[in-house]
């Protein structure tokens, strides 16, 4: 117990002191309107710059990678297939795509999966 507390606590303060080492060596830059601004000939611009953010499309993009990240965990279920027993394999491996599949179900009710609102 000792030993975890003084390795924790040396973790920690390496952790801290490089922290503090990034902190103080980093470059500091200050946000200015005309450095964020887009460059014109030296005239405001006409329009914006930069295009509006597509939040229906993030939200999509989270979904499929929530949905990738579960998928990629029913591949572990496949390979101990072999060596585990099939009650409770099935049971598990059902129980799991169904709280896909209803979480499916829920995104599509909500609409989140439609494309145009």
């Known amino acids: 117990m000792k030993m975890m507390t003084s ?3 040396l973790i920690m303060s390496i952790s801290m002191a490089l922290i503090l080492i990034l ?6 830059t200050f946000m200015d309107r005309e450095k964020s601004s887009p460059f ?3 005239f405001d611009p006409k329009s914006t710059a930069r295009l509006p953010f597509s ?5 999509i993009a989270i979904i499929f990678l929530i949905f ?6 029913l591949f572990p279920m496949i390979i101990s297939l072999k060596t585990s027993n099939m009650i409770y394999y099935l049971t ?4 799991f795509i169904l709280i ?3 979480g499916l179900m829920h995104e599509w009710k909500q609409g989140a999966l439609n494309w145009t609102n």
């Open 68 to 73: 990738d990240v579960e998928i990629t965990l």
């Open 92 to 95: 598990t491996l059902s129980l």
């Open 7 to 9: 390795m924790a606590l």
């Open 40 to 42: 014109e000939c030296g």
């Open 100 to 102: 896909l599949i209803l």
């Open 55 to 59: 939040l229906h499309f993030f939200l």
């Open 23 to 28: 902190n103080l060596t980093a470059k500091k």
